[in-house]
């Protein structure tokens, strides 16, 4: 098995007739990386895969694979195994044909492929299992059958269409363990599909938040979440809080915005913002509702606001408090088993530290 | 409001039960007439209980010349038709999407062109290719015009029962296979074919039942094969007997057995599958299989039927029959005969003329004989009594259309013109075109002369 080959998506742009599905992708994914793009549902996900398993041909740019130019190469033809959004398993043949589907296309005999089979499907913890039909099996055995079959075709680059998408909650928080774990095991590169940002952030290097066409940002999940480069990223991947209003004043990668309801406010800008924002521009400033603390801080840190609602959680506590433009603003503490209840009205002092605040040109914020 | 319910529920009943009766009552007469030793297709009066007909039919060399082409032609008619109509379906769903329904009107109109003129096309268009390339041979064959005529519509047929089963294939399939390497040709064949398997089966049978039964465009091309239905049409033009019943039993037996066998093989597979509970005590494959239990039912009484027939004899019977019928019309005849004197006597009384006397009763009476005797040769002996009348000069050419095709005005006819007649005559040398043609009638013709 090859230990992972590059991807390189160049200039990509697929158009459907006057629609722009994908807009200037530039993607370079490394060998035996597990790459994600996250993005809502119809931001062109699987438009991007198809045109790496090589289902549609780019309206312009290039493919690369492995350093190689896949144009003209048919998805046969190509060293990628895609695992559909709906699994597509062959409903009339057995589970380990299924599996070896790729092996009895290039002509191996049955003994080899059951004996394949066999190996695989102890691999996914299914043994014995191979006479069954994919309708006999649940719903999380349908998923590594998948992916089995995926990995007998023994490509270079695996790709993985929203594979959990389908499962409940527990079952997909232990294929993700699961995925991750046969990753590293066969060393393959992953591309991995989700418009779920814990999937993405627990499993990936490397990720790729995508809207409407366009791909935000691209970085480790670190990165996304602390630093995100668009109000889009920065809205989408976790929760967060926005305070719109004006720079003020720019000090290095520091800015103080006048907001709307809250006075002049300091944050950290955002590295992708750096040397883009001037004073009196319109902007957007982030707080994640862990990094807000009871309490007055510094002045320019330092927000009041009434409380809304209280929410216990068992290990925290989240507060909901009169926030801008009719959205709330969200506190997330953590229970110490000290803390006095607030009651609904009351007004608070909160505080954040300037540094764990982003700041960015205005933009649009992904909708709930 | 009780009595509503009652009344919708005997409503809903009889509305059933005549329902029923109009679906199969057609069907249940034709088989139980298949088994009547009357010589024309009829269960009142019953005669006696025969498989003869049967047997005629096995002898039958016109029919059986017709089922052998019906089969050849609907064999030939199925690979045509499923080969078209599996192209056509995929060509719709699957390649041109802006000029879908432009397509799919061309693709179905040969199912409301009228076959006739699918008929009638078929053998000028390829008379003319045949022209064109100087006199071809095969393409005037009439097996080959006919299997082209029949798929002209019938591959559109196919095409519907694919269609329907297309749209519910995932193309995603064909897609993961071709992205674990299969060839587009290796796709089609492990991954779309497999999938078609019950359609292309299902549209066989639909193909080959509607070209068995084709007749409007058949009769165009069927030159020098004529199949079964063109057989049985041609027929009707001398005489039918009940083999033609016995046809259709062995027709519905097959249709039904085969229905049966699906049900049961359908219902095995979902029992595998575990749809359906399995109870204590009855074997598996038994258990709440109505269609099992019929199947092996039809196998008995089939079996039960087969062996009968070896030995079952009913000459007894026909003797029988025929004996009472001779004493019968002979008892009538003494009646009537008794009547007319009484009637010369009266007559002899009034002085008038005996001879009208005799005119008067076929007139009215018998409106039979006639054409009646070209299409039934049973009613040889009503003809046969007819031509006795001419005896009395008045009876024979009057004869018009009545009993066509009812043996059983037969012994009244013969009664009332014999009784036209002064005395019985000789019936044989006037006798029409009936006993030409059937070889059956021989008996009774013969026990007419004996009277
Ligand atoms: N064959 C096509 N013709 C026209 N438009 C298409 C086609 N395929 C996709 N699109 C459009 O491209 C956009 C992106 O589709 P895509 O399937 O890539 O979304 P996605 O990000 O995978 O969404 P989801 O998470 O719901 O799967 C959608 O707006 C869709 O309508
Ligand atoms: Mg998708």
Redesign the pocket.
Known sequence: MSSGVDVNLENIWIK??D?V?VREANVNINGGEFFSFL????????????AVSGF?TPSEGRVLIGGKDMEGLGPNKRPTALIF?NLALFPLMKVWENITFSMEVKGASAAERRKRADELLDMIALPGQGDKLPSELSGGQKQRVAIARALCAQPDVLLL??PLSALDLKLRQHMRTELREIQQRVGITFIY?T?DQGEALTMSDSVAV?RA?IIDQIGDGNAVYDRPATPFVASFVGENNVFRGKITAINGDEALIATNRSGELRSKITPAAVGKLNVGDEAMMFVRPEMLQLGAGDAKSTITAKVVNEEFEGNSYSIYLEGDGGKQIKMAMPNLGTDPHRAKGETVSFSYDAHNAVVMPAGDLASE | MKSNILFGRVALGLYLVIFFGYLVGPLAVMGLSAFNSAEFPSIIPWQCFTYEWFSTLFHDERILKGVKYSFIVGFGTVILSVAIGLAASLVLTQVWEKWRSTYYTVIIAPILIPGVVLGISTLVFWKKVSDLLGGVDVLSNGIFLTILGQSTFIASYCMLVFVARLQRFDPGLTEAALDLGATHTQAFRKILLPFMRPAIASASVLAFLASFENYNTTTFTFGSYPTLTIQLAQMVRYGINPSISALAVIIVVITVFGALTVEVYRRRSKLKAGEIRQGKGLPAWLFGNTATILLVALSFALIATVYTAQTYSPAQCKADYKAARAAEVQAKIEALRAARAAAAAAAAANGEAPADGGTNAPATQGGTGGFGGVFAPTNLEDAAGQSNGADSGAAAPAAPFGNVFDPGNLEDAAGQNNGASSAPAPAAPASPFGSVFDPNNLENAAGQNGN
Request: glycine share 20%; hydrophobic share 35%.
């Open positions: 459907f007739g629609f599905a993005g809502p549902s119809g931001c062109g996900k699987t438009t991007i895969l198809r549609l959004q269409d929203e599909i418009h995508m066409g």
